[in-house]
Every structure is written in structure tokens, then in C-alpha cells.
T-cell receptor, first 113, second 114 residues
Framework: DTGVSQNPRHKITKRGQNVTFRCDPISEHNRLYWYRQTLGQGPEFLTY????????KSRLLSDRFSAERPKGSFSTLEIQRTEQGDSAMYLC???????????FGPGTRLTVT | GENVEQHPSTLSVQEGDSAVIKCTYSDSASNYFPWYKQELGKRPQLIIDIRSNVGEKKDQRIAVTLNKTAKHFSLHITETQPEDSAVYFCAASTRTGTASKLTFGTGTRLQVTL
């Protein structure tokens, strides 16, 4: 499968715990985006990378959230001290430099109890 | 920042009829408008897109129109089939630096009935 992949697909955690998600973009894509989607809403932009550089972060991304893309390939999104309001689908997308089309992964559904 | 509004929130059509979903955007600098289809529990799938230098684009049963002056764009699906049932999202691209973050509408749940 040459599409965007994300792991895990589902994560249930208790409030206050830390969680980390992984995204593997399409292999030749150098741009990688994270979005969050809550029930009944469209995806909301969180942050994006061009290669290993994190170029923008949304105000939605509180200081409990951190994202990395250390070698310009896969990316991780970590949420520290999770809160119930963090429950959502976390989507990753990738695109090729010079083209606007973004292709999404299947998402990681986070449930904070 | 950009704001995208989408209507209707739900749409039910009979198989074979046409479906139209409309979106408006606020940022006149937006220049790329994709549409995504999301089936239950699955990833958003890019189905068609249009750029600001084009007024209309068609791909088989799907077409998108853009009116830059009015800042609205629409998705048209003809000869609807049950497999078209899904949630459809419009989006607008707000260019920041060298990348294009997307601002999405709230989605339209399309139900195609037999």
C-alpha cells in the first residue's frame, strides 16, 4: 500500500496519560500535515512540516501537543497530560512540493476516559 | 483567517437524481478548492478539486463550479448511486509560506435512496 498510513488506528487512554501517534506519508511527499476531526465536523488544521521543518502551528495546538518529523519522513504527534476534550480523530495528510493536493491517512481515533 | 461555510448539512436524494452541495469562503486570497468524500470510519478521499483560474471542472458524474466574485463553489453529482452515500467536505486553501493548509466546511451527509 503506497498511501498514507497511521498507527495506531485506535487509542483509548485515561485522562492525564501521554499518547503518541505515528504517520507515514506517501514516500515521495515532502509535506506532511496533521489535522484533528471531531464528530460531525470537518478536519481542523493543527500543524505542517516541509521535510523536517515544522513551518506552522495552529492556535489549536496547545503546549501539551508536540509534533516532530526528525528525518523528513515519518512524523509523530504527542499529546501530554491528555484531557477528555482531546478525544477526536487525528488525521495525517501528505502532499508533494509544488502541488496542492493533500492525501489523507485513515486516522487515529483517540478516546480519553 | 479563512472561514468556509457549507450547505446543506444533510441531503437525501433518490437514486438517479442529482445532488448539489454549496460552499462559501471568506478569504479572497484562497486559490484552491478541493472536495473530499468520507465514508463512515474511513479516510477523507479527494474526489475533485478546482483552482481559482478555472470556473468549472468535470470528472464523469462529478463537477465543481467556482464563482470567485461571489466567493462560492459547488459540487454537483449527477445520476447518483447508492455508493455515493457519504459525508462530503469542501475546503479552501489558505496559502501560508510554501504550503497550503486546508480550511474545511462542516460537511454534508448525502443519502442516496433506492
Amino acid at each position: 500500500d503506497t498511501g498514507v498510513s497511521q498507527n495506531p488506528r485506535h487509542k483509548i487512554t485515561k485522562r492525564g496519560q501521554n499518547v503518541t501517534f505515528r504517520c507515514d506519508p506517501i514516500s515521495e511527499h515532502n509535506r506532511l500535515y496533521w489535522y484533528r476531526q471531531t464528530l460531525g465536523q470537518g478536519p481542523e488544521f493543527l500543524t505542517y512540516f516541509q521535510n523536517e521543518a515544522q513551518l506552522e502551528k495552529s492556535r489549536l495546538l496547545s503546549d501539551r501537543f508536540s509534533a516532530e518529523r526528525p528525518k523528513g519522513s515519518f512524523s509523530t504527534l504527542e499529546i501530554q497530560r491528555t484531557e477528555q476534550g482531546d478525544s477526536a480523530m487525528y488525521l495525517c495528510a501528505s502532499s508533494l512540493a509544488g502541488t496542492p493536493e493533500q492525501y489523507f491517512g485513515p486516522g487515529t481515533r483517540l478516546t480519553v476516559t | 483567517g479563512e472561514n468556509v461555510e457549507q450547505h446543506p448539512s444533510t441531503l437525501s436524494v433518490q437514486e438517479g437524481d442529482s445532488a448539489v452541495i454549496k460552499c462559501t469562503y471568506s478569504d479572497s486570497a484562497s486559490n484552491y478548492f478541493p472536495w473530499y468524500k468520507q465514508e463512515l470510519g474511513k479516510r477523507p478521499q479527494l474526489i475533485i478539486d478546482i483552482r481559482s483560474n478555472v470556473g468549472e471542472k468535470k470528472d464523469q458524474r462529478i463537477a465543481v463550479t467556482l464563482n470567485k466574485t461571489a466567493k462560492h463553489f459547488s459540487l454537483h453529482i449527477t445520476e447518483t448511486q447508492p455508493e455515493d452515500s457519504a459525508v462530503y467536505f469542501c475546503a479552501a486553501s489558505t496559502r501560508t509560506g510554501t504550503a497550503s493548509k486546508l480550511t474545511f466546511g462542516t460537511g454534508t451527509r448525502l443519502q442516496v435512496t433506492l
